[in-house]
C-alpha cells in the first residue's frame, strides 16, 4: 500500500521506518528541513535501538522516501497517518492540539476523493469527530479514523514490529478494510485487532497510560510508607507482584515516571474528563501526578539530609539524564529535575549518561557534564542514581570508592545489587528501604 506519515518525530519515524519494512510504500514528511535530510540519509534524529539501522535499509530499498510537502504527499497516496505532537498547553493542563489541527487543514486542501486521514497522536476524546467536521468542509468522501500507538522509548521498533494488539477507530467498512490490510502482515505475526469506534480508540491510550501510572504511583506511595515503617518497599513490591491479579509489571519503587507521554497524558486526559462531564471519575489521577512529582522532592531531600543538611559547598555526581534507559530523551526526566534542583539549592552538580547529554545540556546548559564516570564522581560527597542504564550496574565500587569524597550512594531507581557496594564501603540509600550502612 502507499500511504504518508506526517510528523517524524519518535512515533512517526518508527511507524514510517517499520511500514516500509514490512513491504509498504512511505513517504515521510514534516516541516523541519534539517531532519528530513538526515532522514534520507538514513539517519535517525533520536538515540532508539534498531532504528538506525532500520531507516538505513528502508531507504536503501526505496520503499520508503521523505518530504517537506503535503501537497506531495496528498498526490502519492490515499493512506495519510498523522503523527505529530500533542504537548501540554502553556495555560492549561490540557492538550495541545495546535499541530494536528494545522496538519489536518493543510492536508485537507490537497486530498484526493476517498483519502483516509489516521491519527496516531495522543488526542482528547472527541478529537477525530471534531477533524472529520473540519475535512469535511474542505473536501468529499473522506474519512477519519484513529490509530493509537502503544510505543515505549528504548522499545519502539519491536513494539511496532511485534506489538500485542491494534487498536482502530472507524466510521465505515471501507475504513476498517484498509486498515486491516495495511497491518495483515503483523495481525498474522500474533498481534490482537480490535476494530471499534474513534472515541473508544482515542480512550484506550490514555487510560492504558493512566492505569501503568496509578500503579507506579501505588508503589511509590506504598514506599513512603515503608520508610515511615521501618519496612522495605523492593520486598513489598515482590511479594504483591506475585499475585497473579497484580503482577510485577510497573511495581518499581523509585524516582517514577518522566518523558513526553505519562505525565501530559493523565493530565491531559482529566481535564477533557472535566469538560465533557467526567471529571470526578478521574480525580484520582491528579493524586498520581502528586504522588509522582512528590519523588523528585523526596530524592533532593534524602540528598540534602546526606550531605549533612545544605548543599553550599557540596559537590553531587548524578548517575542519569534521560528520563528512562534506551533512550536520549529528557523531556519532563525525573533524573534532570532532581539534577537542577540541587544545583538551585547550591550544590555543584556533574551529569553522566550514556546517550542523553547533548540533549540534557542542551535543556540545563549550568551543570556539568561528563561521559566519563570517574570523572563526574571525583572528589563527591554523594553520588545519586538516577536512570536505570545497565552502564551503571557494571561498575566496581571499590574503585569508585577510590575518586570520591565521600562512598555514599543514593539509589533512587532501587535496581542496584546493594551487597557489593556495601562491601566496597559505601553507604548505600534508596528510596521506601531501611537506611543503608556499610555493613
Known sequence: MRMTVIGTGYVGTVHAACMADIGHQVLGIDIDEARIASLAA??????EPGLDELLARTVASGRLRFSTSLAEGAEFARTHFVCVGTPQRPDSEAADLRYVDAV?????QHLRPGSLVVGKSTVPVGTAAALGGRIAASTRDCEVAWNPEFLREGSAVQDTMRPERIVVGVGSPHAEAALRALYEPLVRAGAEFFSTDTATAELVKVAANSF???????????????EAAGADVTVLARAIGADSRIGHRFLDPGLGFGGSCFPKDIRAFAARAEEIGAGEAVSFLHEVDRINLRQRQRTVM????????SFA?????VLGASFKPGSDDVRDSPALAVASALHKEGASVRV?????????????????YSLDI???????????????WPDYRRIDPLALAS???SPVLLDARNSLDAQPWRAAGWSLHALGRPTGGTS
Open 313 to 317: 559547598g557540596r559537590r553531587v555526581a
Open 352 to 368: 553522566h549518561d550514556p546517550e542523553a547529554l547533548d540533549n540534557a545540556r542542551t535543556a540545563l546548559p549550568d551543570l556539568t
Open 403 to 405: 575518586v570520591v569524597h
Open 374 to 388: 570517574p570523572k563526574v564522581c571525583e572528589d563527591a560527597d554523594a553520588v545519586l542514581h538516577l536512570t536505570s
Open 302 to 309: 534524602r540528598t540534602r539530609q546526606l550531605v549533612g543538611g
Open 212 to 226: 501503568l501510572a496509578t500503579k507506579i504511583s501505588f508503589i511509590n506511595a506504598m514506599a513512603e510508607v515503608c
Open 42 to 47: 538514513g539517519r535517525a534524529p533520536m538515540h
Open 104 to 108: 489536518v487543514d493543510e492536508l485537507a
